[in-house]
């Protein structure tokens, strides 16, 4: 057999092992990006010493442990304290003073991982005086991030890089106020937790908890298909207030969402889109 | 480590002669990767491009993550094809080039688009050499041509082999013209190479592609 024909047939058994992962388990990865799911699991399949995906389909079945695995494989959790700190500025920027105008904010990370992401925008609200009346709920589908999101320990081997984030996002004060210092790990100050609910979330197989004004989901619409990104947009569309922020990750883009006549754009190269007050009028709408 | 010198002189002389393109080359996409000392080499490959060259390049050049668009801009100022930024779920066209972002992986869909992640590094790398290997193998199969030039590091190598095993051309820089041999000289060792030679050779035998 050639490698193009093992290439067609490992196309199908992804596709049945996607299938096999959502029946039984509810976790639906059958619209990521096809080339990021088959280099996870050819990679995993390698790593396990599978003589196939198939074989792989058969265990995800019958061992539930092994799920635990794949669903690590398959969410990359990668991430860090004011990562892109040029997107945190702009926020200070130009969303902040329209959070400003509310007396009570809710914000909402969809997709984030282990934390990092949430403390360094709930430290930016502090620095802004509008964290005490914030509600933030912070999401994920992997519970094992999750734990270590809540934990709120980091090593203490990353927090050069991420004094050096916070210095270019703006930051106001000094960065060792936001956490203390173990011996090799740090833990991120309890008043910065407080507002803050983790929770888990599906973005695709989940709908709408709640209306907020804010919306963070950086680098995880990425390695969802068109299809599904337009889908997400919609579960955040329907989660923004009129006048509601959505904010995306540098690589990911509303411009070619078929929702993006909903929204106007605060700035292009950040990502940073608003919900428009009114729904714009299309063709199809009868007086 | 410098294995490829061991070899006699008549493969020595031989790896200069551009060889004939082999008939069932007929490359939907080329794929580059380099790393220290790449965009003086890259410089070199785009600026000798031939006008009209229709064959869609993706390129990794190992940068550093807050680096700006000048190599973009640079390489499209040079060339006679159009370089832009990869950009997520595009269309790979021909007359055009893309390069990685800096810290995103640059992988292709078997639809012939392009996908971006924020993986974990591969080979101590973001973009990786080796994730844009392996993925264009996996969409192109045999119309693949893979071109591994000057580096400090062994990114590249793994997804050399799987290039190759998938049906794929693979040039190698000669080591012995590279800035830096390394990333040339690992290739060689574990994927082999369907030919060796300086960036000349490689000018020379890209504006022979139909
Ligand atoms: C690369 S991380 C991004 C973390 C953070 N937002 C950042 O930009 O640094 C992607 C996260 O999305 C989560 N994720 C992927 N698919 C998801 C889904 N369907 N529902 C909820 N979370 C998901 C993963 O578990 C992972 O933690």
């Not at chain 1, 198939?54 to 061992?63: E, P």
Request: charged share 20%; aromatic share 10%; hydrophobic share 40%.
């Amino acid at each position: 057999m050639t490698h193009e024909e093992i290439n067609e047939i490992q196309n199908i058994e992804i596709k049945l092992f996607l299938e096999a992962l959502f029946q039984r388990y509810g976790y639906d990865f059958r619209n990521y990006s096809q080339a990021h799911i088959k280099r996870r699991l050819l990679h995993r399949m390698n790593l396990g010493n599978f003589s196939g995906i198939s074989q792989m389909q058969h265990k995800i079945l019958y061992d539930s442990g092994f799920v635990q695995q794949i669903l690590l494989d398959l969410s990359i959790n990668v991430t860090e304290m004011f990562r892109d700190p040029s997107f945190y500025a702009s926020v200070r920027k130009e969303v902040v003073p329209i959070l400003k105008t509310y007396p009570f904010i809710k914000t909402w990370h969809a997709g984030c991982s282990t934390g990092e992401e949430v403390y360094s925008m709930a430290i930016l609200f502090k620095e802004e005086n509008i964290l005490n009346r914030t509600q933030i709920y912070a999401t994920d589908f992997n519970h094992k991030v999750l734990k270590t999101a809540k934990e709120g320990i980091y090593p203490i081997d990353l927090i050069k890089d991420y004094t050096t984030n916070y210095q270019k996002a703006g930051g106001k004060e000094s960065f060792s106020d936001y956490y203390d210092a173990n011996y090799n790990s740090v833990i991120i100050d309890g008043s910065l937790k407080k507002n803050i609910v983790f929770a888990d979330h599906n973005l695709v197989t989940d709908s709408v908890f709640a209306e907020v004004n804010l919306i963070v989901c950086r680098n995880v619409l990425i390695y969802f298909n068109r299809e599904l990104q337009d889908k997400v947009i919609k579960l955040f569309l329907d989660s923004l207030t009129p006048g509601g922020i959505l904010c995306l990750g540098s690589k990911e883009n509303l411009q070619y969402s078929a929702h993006f006549e909903y929204f106007s754009v605060i700035d292009t190269h950040e990502k940073i889109y608003r919900k428009e007050y009114r729904r714009p009028s299309t063709s199809n709408d009868n007086p | 480590m410098r294995k490829y010198t061991e070899k006699n002189t008549d493969d020595q002389a031989h790896r200069m002669i551009i060889p004939e393109i082999p008939i069932h080359l007929k490359p939907k996409a080329i794929v580059i990767g380099t790393s220290a000392g790449g965009v003086e080499a890259l410089t070199k490959l785009f600026k000798a491009l031939r006008p009209g060259f229709s064959i869609p390049i993706l390129v990794v050049q190992h940068i550093s993550p807050s680096s700006d668009s000048y190599l973009v801009q640079h390489l499209n100022r040079i060339s006679s094809v159009t370089v832009k930024e990869a950009l997520d779920k595009t269309v790979i066209e021909p007359f055009h080039a893309y390069l990685a972002p800096p810290n995103y992986h640059l992988l292709i869909e078997e639809d012939f688009t392009i996908a971006l992640t924020v993986d974990e590094k591969v080979s101590y790398a973001r973009p990786s050499i080796d994730v844009l290997f392996e993925t264009a193998a996996r969409a192109f199969n045999r119309n693949l041509l893979g071109i591994i030039l000057t580096g400090a590091n062994s990114d590249g190598a793994y997804g050399a082999s799987m290039l190759r095993k998938m049906g794929g051309y693979l040039i190698v820089q000669d080591p012995s013209t590279a800035h830096i041999a390394t990333m040339p000289e690992t290739a060689i060792q574990q994927a082999g190479a369907d030919f060796i030679t300086n960036l000349e050779g490689i000018s020379k035998f890209l504006n022979r592609l139909p």
